[in-house]
């Protein structure tokens, strides 16, 4: 039930980035390349281009900040699972559902299986 609070708080993150992502690199980058190509460039164009860098790269933090949160145990696991969100953004976030899912399976399948082993009348 956790992982899934913590899912929709990553989805209450994403989703407005990943909406307003194409808006502001559509927008910015031409403006930004006119302005250089043109105006023989300006510190303002300047600004606009890394800003619009920057916001490229929003979807991508988002998830490794998402991914950074989810393991506080061990700092190595944190580390490559925030670089890894880094690098492939939703791949990450969806490998380490499917990941979570299939180790929550594992453990309650054992559980029961300890459950069915212990209440079984020895002969």
Not at 104 to 113: K, L, R, S, V
Request: hydrophobic share 50%.
């Amino acid at each position: 039930m956790k992982i899934r609070n913590n899912f929709e708080a990553f989805l209450c993150w994403y989703v407005p980035i990943a909406l307003i992502h194409p808006i502001v690199v559509g927008f910015g980058l031409p403006y930004s390349l006119r302005g250089f190509l043109i105006e023989k460039s300006s510190a303002s164009m300047t600004t606009i281009l890394m800003l619009t860098s920057l916001s490229a790269c929003l979807p991508a933090v988002v998830a490794a900040v998402w991914l950074w949160r989810q393991q506080h145990q061990n700092k190595k696991i944190q580390i490559l699972w925030t670089l890894f969100g880094l690098v492939t953004s939703l791949w990450a976030v969806g490998l380490y559902i499917v990941i979570i899912a299939l180790h929550h399976t594992n453990a309650t399948n054992d559980i029961m299986e300890q459950d069915s082993s212990a209440t079984e009348p020895m002969t």
